[in-house]
T-cell receptor, first 118, second 115 residues
Framework: GAGVSQSPSNKVTEKGKDVELRCDPI?????LYWYRQSLGQGLEFLIY????????KSGLPSDRFSAERTGGSVSTLTIQRTQQEDSAVYLC????????????????FGQGTRLTVV | GENVEQHPSTLSVQEGDSAVIKCTYSDSASNYFPWYKQELGKRPQLIIDIRSNVGEKKDQRIAVTLNKTAKHFSLHITETQPEDSAVYFCAARGGSNFGNEKLTFGTGTRLTIIP
């Protein structure tokens, strides 16, 4: 597609349920990032992928959070046993990043998934 | 890991005046510094970026300066207009070695332009 696509746009779930958030990066982009943004707050880093590998997952808040990326493309962020404090907008971004840096691009953001845990 | 600090957290300026937002970073290996603008309810969008091999970059009313020695960079907006009102985020990204692609953001500056 033309841009980064996230689904669903909005998700309301009951406390304790599991949710899966999907990110379709721009075709050919090697790096994929997940951030969380609470209302009126900044961009909290969760995890990033280079290809299918996740060199840095230090931002995942707890072991209830996990993410995977398959085929160097689509990524899924899974939150198990959701809690009310998980309510936020989850943003995905992708960029082309190559060793040497000659073709590196900016990071493009998706529109986000607004997660509400009730 | 990289730590990016951003100041001020809020900034109000009169329309037509200039606005300056400053960021510092901790990792001297970082070599790419983008600035994003986020309007209410929208996704962050890049407005300007700079790489470590230059000290300044300008695009119309927007400019960014980089001081690698001091590890700080700044966003300058001149002749501000109401549509400049938004939250601005700075970020830093590491070198080209594998594992340094992480993009770390500052905490954001809410800029309000007063008509």
């Amino acid at each position: 597609g033309a841009g980064v696509s996230q689904s669903p746009s909005n998700k309301v779930t009951e406390k304790g349920k599991d949710v899966e958030l999907r990110c379709d990066p721009i075709s050919g982009h090697t790096a994929l990032y997940w951030y969380r943004q609470s209302l009126g707050q900044g961009l909290e880093f969760l995890i990033y992928f280079q290809g299918n590998s996740a060199p840095d997952k230090s931002g995942l808040p707890s072991d209830r959070f996990s993410a995977e990326r398959t085929g160097g493309s689509v990524s899924t962020l899974t939150i198990q046993r959701t809690q009310q404090e998980d309510s936020a907008v989850y943003l995905c971004a992708s960029s082309l990043f190559t060793t040497g840096g000659q073709k590196n691009t900016e990071a493009f953001f998706g529109q986000g998934t607004r997660l509400t845990v009730v | 890991g990289e730590n990016v600090e951003q100041h001020p957290s809020t900034l109000s300026v009169q329309e037509g005046d200039s606005a300056v937002i400053k960021c510092t970073y901790s990792d001297s290996a970082s070599n790419y510094f983008p600035w994003y603008k986020q309007e209410l309810g929208k996704r962050p969008q890049l407005i300007i970026d700079i790489r470590s091999n230059v000290g300044e970059k300008k695009d119309q009313r927007i400019a960014v300066t980089l001081n690698k020695t001091a590890k700080h960079f700044s966003l300058h907006i001149t002749e501000t207009q109401p549509e400049d009102s938004a939250v601005y985020f700075c970020a830093a990204r590491g070198g080209s070695n594998f594992g340094n692609e992480k993009l770390t953001f500052g905490t954001g500056t809410r800029l309000t332009i007063i008509p």
